[in-house]
């Protein structure tokens, strides 16, 4: 086997943050699908973006509330137009404080990346 020099390939690290009590429920892919509901208005529509069973959606997102304590979103039943879905209010603060944690995480991570692993 040819060994590959070492300037033809980059090194690299990932980082997955998870915030929890006691079971790691809430992490990149829960913020992403908080995200999505946000923008779009709709748990469906986030799922199908996510290719994401509806039922699965809420089975994890039932979990996330357990372990935290507090409701992250709402679905409120609609007429002809179908229904939606929001974050509560303690959901859109606690997803705010996790992706400007992670963002702050990730920073620090890479820093100290190049600190161990320069280029």
Same mark, same amino acid.
């Given at each position: 086997?040819?060994? $590959?020099?070492? #300037? ?6 990932? %980082?997955?943050?998870?915030?929890? +009590?006691? #079971?790691? &429920?809430?992490? *990149?892919?829960?913020?992403?699908? !908080? ?7 709709? %748990?469906?529509?986030?799922? @199908?973006? %996510? &290719? !994401? /069973?509806?039922?699965? /959606?809420?089975? $994890? $997102? ?10 992250? !979103? ?9 229904? =939606?879905?929001?974050? =509560?209010?303690?959901? #859109?603060?606690?997803? &705010? @404080?996790? %992706?400007?944690?992670? #963002?702050?995480?990730?920073? /620090?991570?890479?820093?100290?990346? +190049?600190?161990?692993? *320069?280029?």
């Amino acid at each position: 086997m040819e060994e $590959i020099k070492k #300037e033809e390939r980059t090194l690299k690290y990932h %980082l997955k943050l998870r915030v929890y +009590y006691d #079971e790691r &429920n809430f992490g *990149p892919g829960m913020a992403s699908l !908080m995200k999505l509901v946000r923008e779009r208005g709709s %748990l469906s529509a986030a799922c @199908q973006e %996510l &290719n !994401m /069973a509806y039922s699965k /959606a809420w089975k $994890i $997102i039932n979990r996330a509330e357990e372990d935290l304590g507090f409701s992250l !979103m709402e679905g409120r039943r609609g007429g002809e137009n179908g229904g =939606t879905t929001v974050l =509560t209010e303690e959901g #859109e603060k606690f997803l &705010n @404080q996790y %992706l400007a944690f992670a #963002e702050e995480a990730e920073a /620090a991570v890479e820093e100290l990346f +190049y600190k161990y692993f *320069p280029k």
